[in-house]
């Protein structure tokens, strides 16, 4: 099927940035919608930011000016590039993909998710 792989998490300081990547791989025929959510210990899964296959985004409050959502349909890879970042941003962040895939002489459609990684941001 379709395996993600994701990358660029880490320790940040306050104030600085970190960009995170998410790829795809597999029996892919299509990839729709890409985007990252984010867990914090204690609180449900948010959204963080989504792209659309034709570049439309849409992005949390929390976030909106800060992190910058992209995609590179080539690579089948998705990112998010964060900036001005804050204490409250630290969580595990898990890109998630949709699309379709080969099954067989057949398409279906898959939602994927990655393993997540850690975004610490200290004060």
């Known amino acids: 099927q379709v395996q993600l792989v994701e990358s660029g998490g880490g320790l940040v300081q306050a104030g600085g940035s970190l960009r995170l990547s998410c790829a795809a791989s597999?029996?892919?025929?299509?990839?729709?919608?890409m985007g990252w959510h984010r867990q914090a210990p204690g609180n449900e899964r948010e959204l963080v930011a989504a792209?659309?296959?034709?570049?439309?985004?849409n992005y949390a409050d929390s976030v909106k000016g800060r992190f910058t959502i992209s995609r590179d349909n080539a690579k089948n890879t998705v990112y998010l590039q964060m900036n001005s970042l804050k204490p409250e941003d630290t969580a595990v962040y898990y890109c998630?993909?949709?699309?379709?895939?080969?099954?067989?002489?057949?398409?279906?459609?898959?939602?994927?998710w990655g393993q997540g990684t850690q975004v610490t941001v200290s004060s």
């Open positions: 792209i659309t296959s034709g570049g439309s985004t």
């Open positions: 597999g029996s892919i025929f299509s990839i729709n919608a």
């Open positions: 998630n993909v949709k699309g379709e895939y080969y099954s067989g002489i057949t398409r279906a459609h898959f939602t994927s």
